[in-house]
C-alpha cells in the first residue's frame, strides 16, 4: 500500500462515502503524514457540513437550461457559418481551378474546334493535355477536398 492509493481515497472516507478498510486503515495507522491528511480532510468536510446551504433562485433549472440550449444554438449557427464559408472558398477555388485549365490547356479552343480534335485524334487530345495533368489533378483534389466536407457536415447532422 502506498501513500498515493491512501490518499486518493482519503476525500471519500472523510465524507463517509467509503469506509476505510483493513488495508487502509493499517496504512492510516502506521502512517503519520496520511493520517494528518485525513484528519485534516475531516476537518475541512466538517467547515464545509457547517455552512449554510443557499437555495437554489427559482426557476434555476428552467433558466440554466435555457441558457445551455441558447449557447448550444449559437455554436450551432458559428458551425454552419464556418462550414458554409468554408464550402464558399472551396467552390471558387475549384471554379477557378476550371478556369485556369481552360486557359492554359486550350481546352476552350478544343470544344470550339471540336471537328478538327476528333480529325487530329486522340494522341493529339492527349499531347495537349499531357502539360496540365497537375492542374486535373488539383481541381480533382479541391472537389473531393469539398466532397469529403460536405459529407462531414451530413455526418455531423445526422448525430
Ligand atoms: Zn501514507
Redesign the pocket.
Same mark, same amino acid.
Given at each position: 500500500m502506498? *501513500?498515493d492509493e491512501? %490518499?486518493d481515497s482519503l476525500e471519500a472516507i472523510a465524507g463517509g462515502e467509503l469506509t476505510a478498510d483493513g488495508r487502509i486503515a493499517a496504512? %492510516?495507522a502506521s *502512517?503519520a503524514? *496520511?493520517a494528518a491528511a485525513l484528519e485534516s480532510a475531516r476537518a475541512l468536510e466538517t467547515m464545509l457540513r457547517g455552512r449554510p446551504v443557499p437555495a437554489a433562485p427559482a426557476q434555476f433549472t428552467i433558466r440554466t437550461l435555457g441558457r445551455v440550449r441558447r449557447a448550444r444554438w449559437r455554436s450551432e449557427q458559428f458551425l454552419d457559418a464556418g462550414f458554409n464559408v468554408a464550402i464558399g472558398v472551396v467552390v471558387l477555388a475549384v471554379i477557378g481551378g476550371i478556369w485556369m485549365l481552360l486557359n492554359r490547356s486550350g481546352l476552350a479552343a478544343v470544344s470550339n474546334d471540336a471537328v478538327d480534335l476528333f480529325g487530329n485524334g486522340l494522341v493529339t487530345f492527349a499531347r495537349r493535355i499531357a502539360p496540365s495533368l497537375p492542374l486535373y489533378a488539383g481541381a480533382a483534389g479541391l472537389l473531393a477536398t469539398a466532397l469529403g466536407i460536405w459529407w462531414w457536415a451530413e455526418r455531423d447532422v445526422t448525430l
Amino acid at each position: 500500500m502506498f *501513500c498515493d492509493e491512501a %490518499l486518493d481515497s482519503l476525500e471519500a472516507i472523510a465524507g463517509g462515502e467509503l469506509t476505510a478498510d483493513g488495508r487502509i486503515a493499517a496504512h %492510516l495507522a502506521s *502512517c503519520a503524514n *496520511c493520517a494528518a491528511a485525513l484528519e485534516s480532510a475531516r476537518a475541512l468536510e466538517t467547515m464545509l457540513r457547517g455552512r449554510p446551504v443557499p437555495a437554489a433562485p427559482a426557476q434555476f433549472t428552467i433558466r440554466t437550461l435555457g441558457r445551455v440550449r441558447r449557447a448550444r444554438w449559437r455554436s450551432e449557427q458559428f458551425l454552419d457559418a464556418g462550414f458554409n464559408v468554408a464550402i464558399g472558398v472551396v467552390v471558387l477555388a475549384v471554379i477557378g481551378g476550371i478556369w485556369m485549365l481552360l486557359n492554359r490547356s486550350g481546352l476552350a479552343a478544343v470544344s470550339n474546334d471540336a471537328v478538327d480534335l476528333f480529325g487530329n485524334g486522340l494522341v493529339t487530345f492527349a499531347r495537349r493535355i499531357a502539360p496540365s495533368l497537375p492542374l486535373y489533378a488539383g481541381a480533382a483534389g479541391l472537389l473531393a477536398t469539398a466532397l469529403g466536407i460536405w459529407w462531414w457536415a451530413e455526418r455531423d447532422v445526422t448525430l
